[in-house]
Protein backbone atom coordinates (compact mmCIF):
# COMPACT_ATOMS: atom_id res chain seq x y z
CA UNK A 1 0.00 0.00 0.00
CA UNK A 2 0.92 3.42 -0.29
CA UNK A 3 1.43 6.32 2.11
CA UNK A 4 1.74 9.76 2.35
CA UNK A 5 4.21 11.18 4.87
CA UNK A 6 2.86 15.30 4.82
CA UNK A 7 5.26 17.36 7.11
CA UNK A 8 4.74 21.10 8.38
CA UNK A 9 6.57 24.42 9.02
CA UNK A 10 5.66 27.90 9.13
CA UNK A 11 7.19 30.70 7.21
CA UNK A 12 9.39 31.47 10.27
CA UNK A 13 10.73 27.98 10.04
CA UNK A 14 11.45 28.94 6.33
CA UNK A 15 13.15 32.19 7.32
CA UNK A 16 15.20 30.67 10.86
CA UNK A 17 16.70 28.16 7.91
CA UNK A 18 17.56 30.34 5.36
CA UNK A 19 19.51 32.65 8.36
CA UNK A 20 16.94 35.09 9.11
CA UNK A 21 16.56 36.64 12.48
CA UNK A 22 13.26 36.16 13.50
CA UNK A 23 14.04 36.08 17.27
CA UNK A 24 13.91 32.22 17.23
CA UNK A 25 16.84 29.99 16.55
CA UNK A 26 18.77 30.98 13.23
CA UNK A 27 20.63 28.20 11.43
CA UNK A 28 23.89 28.00 10.53
CA UNK A 29 25.08 26.62 7.38
CA UNK A 30 26.84 24.11 9.45
CA UNK A 31 22.48 22.97 11.10
CA UNK A 32 21.01 23.57 6.90
CA UNK A 33 24.25 21.08 6.18
CA UNK A 34 23.26 18.66 8.95
CA UNK A 35 19.47 18.63 8.24
CA UNK A 36 20.06 18.15 4.36
CA UNK A 37 22.56 15.14 5.29
CA UNK A 38 20.23 13.64 7.40
CA UNK A 39 17.47 13.98 4.53
CA UNK A 40 19.56 12.29 2.57
CA UNK A 41 20.20 10.04 4.29
CA UNK A 42 16.54 8.46 5.71
CA UNK A 43 15.72 9.12 1.66
CA UNK A 44 18.55 6.59 0.25
CA UNK A 45 17.69 4.32 3.24
CA UNK A 46 13.59 4.24 1.68
CA UNK A 47 15.13 4.42 -1.53
CA UNK A 48 17.52 1.07 -1.12
CA UNK A 49 14.45 -0.55 0.71
CA UNK A 50 12.21 0.02 -2.19
CA UNK A 51 9.95 2.08 -0.35
CA UNK A 52 10.63 5.67 -1.31
CA UNK A 53 8.48 6.14 -4.55
CA UNK A 54 8.66 9.77 -3.95
CA UNK A 55 9.71 12.87 -1.96
CA UNK A 56 10.19 16.50 -1.89
CA UNK A 57 10.16 19.89 -0.33
CA UNK A 58 7.95 22.74 -1.30
CA UNK A 59 9.14 26.28 -1.17
CA UNK A 60 7.77 28.94 1.62
CA UNK A 61 4.45 29.93 2.44
CA UNK A 62 5.32 33.28 0.65
CA UNK A 63 5.81 31.93 -2.52
CA UNK A 64 2.15 30.64 -2.37
CA UNK A 65 -1.61 31.12 -4.46
CA UNK A 66 -4.34 30.41 -3.02
CA UNK A 67 -7.55 29.22 -5.73
CA UNK A 68 -11.26 28.60 -4.75
CA UNK A 69 -14.56 29.94 -5.20
CA UNK A 70 -16.26 32.10 -2.24
CA UNK A 71 -19.77 32.64 -2.52
CA UNK A 72 -19.78 31.09 -6.29
CA UNK A 73 -17.13 34.17 -6.65
CA UNK A 74 -13.40 32.88 -7.88
CA UNK A 75 -10.82 34.20 -5.57
CA UNK A 76 -6.91 33.82 -5.75
CA UNK A 77 -4.76 34.83 -3.02
CA UNK A 78 -1.05 35.36 -2.57
CA UNK A 79 0.55 33.21 0.59
CA UNK A 80 1.27 33.00 2.87
CA UNK A 81 -2.00 31.71 5.13
CA UNK A 82 -3.81 33.66 6.55
CA UNK A 83 -5.93 31.30 8.37
CA UNK A 84 -2.93 29.26 9.90
CA UNK A 85 0.56 29.51 10.29
CA UNK A 86 1.63 26.19 9.69
CA UNK A 87 1.57 24.94 6.06
CA UNK A 88 2.31 22.01 4.37
CA UNK A 89 6.36 21.62 3.86
CA UNK A 90 7.72 18.49 2.01
CA UNK A 91 5.82 15.04 1.47
CA UNK A 92 6.75 11.68 0.86
CA UNK A 93 4.94 9.07 -0.59
CA UNK A 94 6.32 5.64 0.53
CA UNK A 95 5.05 2.01 -0.55
CA UNK A 96 5.28 -0.10 2.27
CA UNK A 97 3.23 -3.07 3.88
CA UNK A 98 1.74 -1.28 6.95
CA UNK A 99 -0.32 1.50 8.39
CA UNK A 100 2.10 1.00 11.25
CA UNK A 101 5.57 0.84 9.00
CA UNK A 102 4.72 3.83 7.52
CA UNK A 103 3.96 5.68 10.93
CA UNK A 104 7.99 4.32 11.64
CA UNK A 105 8.82 6.12 8.58
CA UNK A 106 7.49 9.24 9.74
CA UNK A 107 9.22 8.94 13.44
CA UNK A 108 12.17 8.48 11.61
CA UNK A 109 12.13 11.95 9.92
CA UNK A 110 10.84 13.34 12.56
CA UNK A 111 14.44 12.42 14.39
CA UNK A 112 15.80 15.14 11.79
CA UNK A 113 18.33 17.66 13.55
CA UNK A 114 16.82 21.08 13.96
CA UNK A 115 18.93 23.79 16.02
CA UNK A 116 17.24 24.80 19.88
CA UNK A 117 15.22 20.90 19.73
CA UNK A 118 12.34 22.56 17.71
CA UNK A 119 8.53 20.89 17.44
CA UNK A 120 7.20 19.17 14.73
CA UNK A 121 4.67 16.32 13.40
CA UNK A 122 3.48 14.89 10.44
CA UNK A 123 0.62 13.25 8.98
CA UNK A 124 0.54 9.62 7.82
CA UNK A 125 -2.29 9.11 5.16
CA UNK A 126 -3.18 6.10 2.98
CA UNK A 127 -3.31 6.98 -0.76
CA UNK A 128 -6.30 5.66 -2.27
CA UNK A 129 -6.23 3.76 -6.11
CA UNK A 130 -9.67 4.26 -6.67
CA UNK A 131 -12.92 5.63 -5.17
CA UNK A 132 -13.93 2.18 -4.08
CA UNK A 133 -10.91 2.95 -1.63
CA UNK A 134 -12.58 6.12 -0.14
CA UNK A 135 -15.88 4.08 1.37
CA UNK A 136 -18.35 6.02 -1.03
Not at 34 to 56: C, I, P, Y
Not at 71 to 80: E, I, K
Not at 112 to 124: E, S, V
Request: charged share 25%; net charge negative.
Amino acid sequence: MKYMILSYASQRDYDEMTGKDTGGVVWTPEDAAAMHEFMSTVNKELEEAGELVETRGLAAPVHTRRAGVRDGVPFVTDGPYAETQEVLAGYWVVECESFDRATEIAVRLGQCPIPGGGDGYADIRPITDSVEDLGF
